[in-house]
């Protein structure tokens, strides 16, 4: 099954995704061209646009560093993955 067929691995990634590739489109980069600013393979960032992989923190750093913004922009308000997890 191709990469682009299969689903985001959540809610959090998807969201996290879209925002990448939101900030990508505002600056009017091609996946190419940001993934080369942000020190990462464009693969890598395609899948990450589409949900469909999940990111180290030193790696969400270095694609917020790449895009121009503050870590923290894109992760704001994400959903919070459900599997188990709890804030309490």
Do not use: Y
Request: proline share 7%; hydrophobic share 40%; charged share 25%.
């Amino acid at each position: 099954m191709p990469d682009a067929a299969k689903p985001p691995l959540n809610a959090t990634t998807r969201e996290f995704g879209a925002r990448i590739r939101a900030r990508r489109e505002e600056l009017g980069l091609s996946q190419e061209a940001a993934a080369l600013r942000c020190g990462i393979h464009w693969t890598q960032l395609g899948k990450v646009e589409r949900g469909q992989r999940s990111l180290r923190l030193e790696n969400i750093v270095k694609i917020a560093f790449g895009l121009d913004v503050a870590p923290g922009v894109l992760l704001d308000g994400v959903p919070v993955p459900s599997e188990g997890h709890s804030l309490e």
